[in-house]
């Protein structure tokens, strides 16, 4: 399971005919850095979260508010974008 060279870590998740998971894999960079185990998706996205954190690498702009979010609540780790978006605050009390 590759991706481009330069990609960012992203989940992919192989699902069986039920659409439940049955493989989940953090790839990035044409490589396939983990497969998380059990296909346990809490886990997939904490280890997703890890990948940008251990690479130090910054969130997509595509998808930066959610993995954001995700850090807050779950690392309990401040993310800087958080000061400047409204929505961001919106949402984050509602969790």
């Known amino acids: ?11 992919v998740t192989l699902v069986d005919a039920d659409d439940k998971p049955v493989n989940i894999f953090i790839v ?4 396939t850095l983990c497969e998380v185990p059990d296909a346990d ?15 130090n690498l910054d969130y997509p702009a595509n ?12 690392l309990l780790l401040q993310f800087p974008e958080q000061k400047r978006k409204v929505g961001f605050h919106a949402i984050s009390q509602l969790m």
């Open 1 to 11: 399971m590759k991706t481009k060279v330069g990609a960012e870590p992203k989940l």
């Open 28 to 31: 990035a960079d044409s490589l």
């Open 41 to 55: 998706i809490g886990s997939a996205l904490l280890a997703l979260l890890a990948s940008y954190h251990m690479l």
């Open 63 to 74: 998808y930066a508010q959610v993995l954001g979010l995700l850090q807050h609540h779950c």
